[in-house]
């Protein structure tokens, strides 16, 4: 799935012999998944919708449409559906595209059925966020202002405070005029706002409700204090990040029972963090309880992160007979994600990349790295584009984005926590900041899939640029490798200026493993002008490699088999 796990539970419908055979290929890659049957396809299909939170349809598009038109209620609880035809060439996302998961749905299911996905969305067609794609609750004419937004009609973004939104197009103009005067309105508050027509409301996670209770409170009594509470200060539960408490209260089943309903997590603190929170009414009668002068404020104030400088109080403690509700609004965190492309080939970038890049408001990134991906990014993305040797400028400037509330996607090749971006960013990054990481593949697997199984026992990597990493460093690390008898892998192995480097760490090696151990050298690993060389420690050359290469020396017992390099695993059973 692109954007989100699969459905928790998948009712398959099939016609015919085709059809059930793909849906035998499904069952046999999700265990959620389940062939739903019925004394009719009919009923079968009236049952999958009955029981399960998605539906694929191994029939006509219009077959599924007369039967489920009469079931539709609504597309925030509807399950998602997916027709797949009978040859498995199309999976088209009938319905719940965005609320029910479909698009993702039809893009997962098409690639296990090497089927095209058709997802008619129309924000996902012209390549727009959804407003109902953001992971935000959102409210009022939700479709009335997304149509506006496609037609590039005039659209006002009033926002409470700079969330890290994803780009918008020109039309959407970012105002802090909140006026009613007919044109379409984009809101992000965490208010409650009269609607009209012409209004959508996104609600963003601004709100921590701190609890405190006695011993047994029911869950009922926390819910409609927290409720209450709420209503009269003009605040959305849509918008509640979290209930925070004292740890005390861990396991407090009225407190937790109430997170659970309310969908968001219980973060819990120590009755020493609380008690360093200044609040405006502390209670003697709280400290002698449980350690702190207070827990609902307290709690509300420090939220999730521990941060309660960043919080404004809004509704002091409120109190009924067992449960004690404050309410806190804290500042927006800015969003980076630091995002592995994979080594250069697009069906090795993962889905989960596109999905961060497509959520980005800023891309911060490598020239050509950046040339990879611009046919995914949305319109309206600001692209921070530097050349080689820039690293610590990138870094710092994706940090900068963030740390000003922007959602900043921060772009590496391979994996970026693997001699790439991730480290330099994260020597910035504070704790104002949510970070994302995004695995890719690295050009180290990629290499060793060209060259077959040298990687199948342990081995280690090694950079071998000492701009920034001392020589006598970078041998001693090759020394180790050579004599724990790793196989061997090298990054950034040789350039125009670092020309000896290379043969120096191979003559390490050859000292302590056959001089016939299997070398192999993958250049521009899944990209064009690929190649693969096969040589050992005695005969190869040095010069054939740059710094498109990566370099995989065998340990004692790799070995060449049918022209591939393997490194055996030593089961046992081999024995």
Not at 323 to 336: E, W
Not at 447 to 468: E, F, K, R, T
Request: glycine letters at 10%; charged letters at 20%.
């Amino acid at each position: 799935m692109t954007d989100q796990n699969p459905p928790a539970r998948i009712g398959l419908v099939a016609a015919t012999a085709a059809g059930r055979r793909h849906a035998d290929t499904v069952t046999a890659a999700w265990p959620h998944a389940r062939l739903i049957e019925g004394e009719s396809v009919a009923d079968a299909l009236r049952g999958a919708w009955a029981e399960c939170d998605a539906v694929i349809a191994f029939l006509a598009t219009g077959a599924v449409v007369r039967i489920l038109a009469p079931l539709l209620d609504d597309k925030r609880t509807d399950p998602a559906v997916v027709v797949v035809d009978e040859a498995a060439r199309h999976a088209v996302a009938l319905l719940g595209g965005h609320a029910g998961g479909g698009n993702a749905l039809a893009e997962a299911v098409g690639a296990l059925l090497d089927a095209r996905p058709v997802i008619t969305t129309a924000t996902d067609a012209v390549g727009l966020p959804g407003l109902d794609t953001l992971g935000w609750p959102v409210r009022g004419a939700v479709a009335v202002v997304s149509r506006a937004i496609l037609d590039g009609e005039p659209v006002r973004l009033v926002a409470d405070a700079d969330w890290p939104l994803p780009a918008l197009p020109p039309n959407v103009r970012v105002t802090d005029e909140d006026t009613t005067d007919g044109g379409h309105r984009l809101l992000v508050t965490d208010r409650v706002v009269p609607l009209d027509g012409r209004t959508a409301v996104l609600r963003p996670p601004s709100l921590v409700a701190g609890v405190g209770a006695s011993r047994g409170v029911p869950a009922a009594e926390v819910a409609e204090l927290l409720h209450r509470v709420l209503v009269e200060a003009g605040l959305d539960p849509a918008s509640l990040r979290c209930l925070a408490s004292a740890d005390v209260k861990a396991d407090e089943a009225g407190i937790r029972d109430t997170a659970d309903a309310l969908g968001v997590p219980l973060v819990t603190w120590p009755a020493t963090r609380l008690a360093a929170v200044d609040v405006p009414h502390p209670s003697e009668v709280v400290r002698a309880a449980v350690g702190t002068p207070s827990v609902a404020e307290a709690a509300a104030l420090l939220g999730p992160h521990g941060r309660p400088d960043d919080a404004t109080l809004l509704v002091g403690k409120t109190a009924s007979t067992m449960a004690t509700v404050a309410v806190a609004r804290h500042a927006p965190r800015g969003r980076l994600a630091v995002v592995g492309l994979g080594p250069g080939a697009a069906d090795l970038r993962t889905p989960r990349a596109v999905v961060e890049l497509r959520r980005a408001a800023v891309v911060v990134g490598l020239d050509q790295y950046l040339d990879q991906v611009r046919d995914v990014l949305r319109p309206g993305i600001r692209v921070l584009s530097s050349g080689l040797g820039a690293e610590e400028e990138r870094a710092r400037a994706a940090v900068a984005e963030a740390a000003a509330g922007r959602a900043v996607a921060l772009i590496g090749s391979g994996d970026a926590g693997v001699y790439a971006m991730a480290s330099p960013a994260l020597e910035y990054a504070d704790e104002r900041i949510d970070v994302v990481g995004v695995p890719g593949v690295t050009a180290a697997l990629a290499a060793g899939a060209l060259l077959g199984a040298p990687l199948g026992h342990d081995h280690a990597y090694v950079s071998l640029s000492d701009l920034h990493t001392p020589w006598e460093v970078i041998e001693r690390r090759v020394t180790a490798a050579a004599e724990g008898d790793f196989v061997t892998l090298f990054y950034n192995p040789r350039s125009r200026a670092r020309d000896w480097q290379l043969g120096k760490a191979l003559g390490i090696l050859a000292a302590h493993r056959p001089a016939d151990t299997p070398v192999g050298v993958v250049r521009n690993a899944s990209r064009p002008g690929e190649r693969v060389h096969l040589a050992t420690l005695a005969t190869l050359d040095p010069g054939i490699v740059d710094m498109y290469s990566v370099v995989v020396v065998g340990s004692s017992d790799t070995r060449v088999v049918a022209g591939r390099m393997v490194t055996p695993r030593g089961y046992r059973w081999r024995s």
